[in-house]
């Protein structure tokens, strides 16, 4: 049972990249999934939700610019960042909320 994200890498700022974060093992068809990020020196931070039902919610700082969706029939959910920011720099994690299983992360960094 697990997690897999992959997708981050090195980007300008302005730019954008799509995280994709694939389960393993079990199916999260019924489950709430969300993402969070933890910049260097600072706690992990929420980031989004996705409902079973499609709803979507974000923290205020990355509302306009990231989409975060599922793909239940191959298991995968994602979040698509544009208009990137240097403080978006972070490892960003996926999670099942239902089951606290977590990603192992992957590095988004928005730098010049």
């Known amino acids: 049972v697990q997690l897999v994200e992959s997708g981050g890498g090195l980007v300008q700022p302005g730019g954008s990249l799509r995280l994709s974060c694939t389960a393993s093992?079990?199916?999260?068809?019924?489950?709430?999934m969300t993402w969070h990020r933890q910049a260097p020196g600072k706690a992990r931070e929420w980031v989004a939700t996705?409902?079973?039902?499609?709803?979507?919610f974000y923290t205020d700082s990355v509302k306009g610019r990231f989409t975060a969706s599922r793909d239940n029939a191959i298991g995968t959910v994602y979040l698509q960042m544009n208009s990137l920011k240097p403080e978006d720099t972070a490892v960003y994690y996926c999670?099942?909320?239902?089951?606290?299983?977590w990603g192992q992360g992957t590095q988004v960094t928005v730098s010049s």
């Open positions: 999670q099942d909320f239902d089951t606290t299983t």
């Open positions: 996705m409902a079973p039902g499609g709803a979507t």
């Open positions: 093992g079990f199916s999260f068809i019924d489950h709430i």
